[in-house]
């Protein structure tokens, strides 16, 4: 059953409050800075498929961040982010990006991170466990605050399948959740490895072709 935080009944003095307790319940603690006098009203919908938390998120403009005294809490989770209305920056491990609607990227909660959007803004979230993602450390620190465009290519491949994970996800029975939700990790880790150029001595096997042949194993599970 999907899990629905909103501040629209509340008046625009309590809302603050209230979506600073969403944000960090729904993701991990974090600070949150609304910039607007008057706060837009925030919406969250939240679906779980294993250990991987599944958010679509809209509000107002705002900027949150991940501190060091809230990386004290020792939580290690990665956020993916698809943007689709609204633009941000995200700015983490000496990078800054903008991510505009249909590009997504990646934050990991155990460094400092920034993110601000200075718009009306829907974005659905993928919040999961680092240990989920089988990647090096020294290879996710290459790819925190960048724009994969879900336009083209391998990140095309991936912006889809989790874009229609979402949309099913509060039809989906436990087990072929959890099984989804690991395909979905599957496919990122196999675009990091390809970012990072760790399938350039594969040829004429492409990463591209292996993110379609995992994609295709997923949609025979389902049938």
Known sequence: MSVVLS?????????????????????????????????????????????????????????????????RDGKEHLILTLQQRGSAIKEQDGRQARIGPGDFSLSDSSRLFRKTVPSDFAFTSFHFPRTDLRVRDEDLREVTA??????????????????????EAPGLDAFAGR?????????????????????????PETAAATLVRVKEHGSSSRA
Not at 32 to 50: H, T, Y
Not at 185 to 197: Q, S
């Open 7 to 71: 501040t629209a009944s509340l008046s625009a003095a309590d809302r603050s409050e209230r979506w600073h307790h969403a944000v960090s319940r729904t993701f991990i603690p974090l600070d949150v800075q609304l910039l607007e006098d008057d706060p837009s009203p925030g919406r969250i919908v939240s679906d779980q498929l294993g250990s991987l938390r599944i958010s679509q998120v809209q509000a107002g403009p705002q900027t949150v961040s991940r501190s060091r005294r809230l990386i």
């Open 146 to 167: 960048t724009a994969f465009s879900g336009q083209e290519g391998s990140a095309a491949l991936v912006a889809t399948f989790f874009a229609r994970l979402a949309r």
């Open 179 to 203: 099984q989804f939700a690991a395909t979905a990790l599957d496919l990122l880790a196999l675009l990091i490895n390809e970012r990072c150029g760790h399938f350039a001595s594969r040829a």
